[in-house]
């Protein structure tokens, strides 16, 4: 199984019902519709009631039926992975801990532990949801900031804070190489008027 979304089983129709059209429009009138199962044609129905038709699918068709649900729980444990994924992800950054924590033998076992055959995600995939994660967090705040009815003002003295961007510094660290990466920072986030620097 992989994990993108577009990879998602569909589940296939339990019953697709198929009206009858070989009766002329004068006898239509009279008599109502009648509904084949695609999977034995030879059964009708006079109408399309659920439980008429669920009865005939588990009396004669438990195949399909346990097919199907098997299907559906598969779309429950993506959602569910994703939602793992998330809290990983989560997890991570709250606990500074590295990429790779996840290939992590003792990592593993714990996992393992609590849900026996749980698919542990590699590195490259916790990076990736990292960033994808950043990506969209980021775009939620650049609004937030380009919306703020005033100035906004920055200092870094203080314990609580939000990061604007990861940046690779080339060069010294000087106070002037440190004010053109943030003011090119400011820039990506439009709030360059808000800011008095």
């Not at 804070?161 to 002037?176: A, K, N, P």
Request: aromatic share 10%; proline share 4%.
């Amino acid at each position: 199984m992989t994990n993108s979304s577009s990879s998602i089983p569909v589940p296939t129709p339990i019953v697709e019902l198929e009206e009858d059209t070989n009766s002329s429009s004068s006898s239509k009138k009279s008599l109502s519709s009648r509904y084949y199962c695609t999977y034995c044609p030879s059964k009708s129905f006079s109408d399309k009631s659920t439980s008429t038709l669920w009865r005939h699918m588990n009396n004669h068709h438990p195949k399909i039926v346990a097919e199907t649900q098997k299907q559906e729980e598969k779309i429950g444990e993506i959602d569910n992975q994703k939602e793992y994924r998330k809290r990983l992800i989560r997890w991570v950054v709250n606990n500074n801990q590295p990429f790779n924590v996840t290939e992590n033998r003792e990592f593993q076992d714990m996992m393992t532990f609590i849900q026996l055959g749980m698919h542990i995600f590699s590195a490259d995939t916790v990076r990736r949801d990292l960033d994808e994660s950043f990506k969209t967090a980021k775009n939620v705040f650049r609004q937030q900031l380009q919306e703020a009815p005033s100035h906004l003002s920055f200092t870094v003295d203080k314990l609580k804070y939000t990061t604007l961007d990861f940046c690779i510094l080339s060069g010294s660290h000087t106070g002037v190489n440190l004010l053109q990466r943030f003011l090119e920072v400011l820039q990506e986030f439009d709030i360059t008027t808000k800011v008095n620097v």
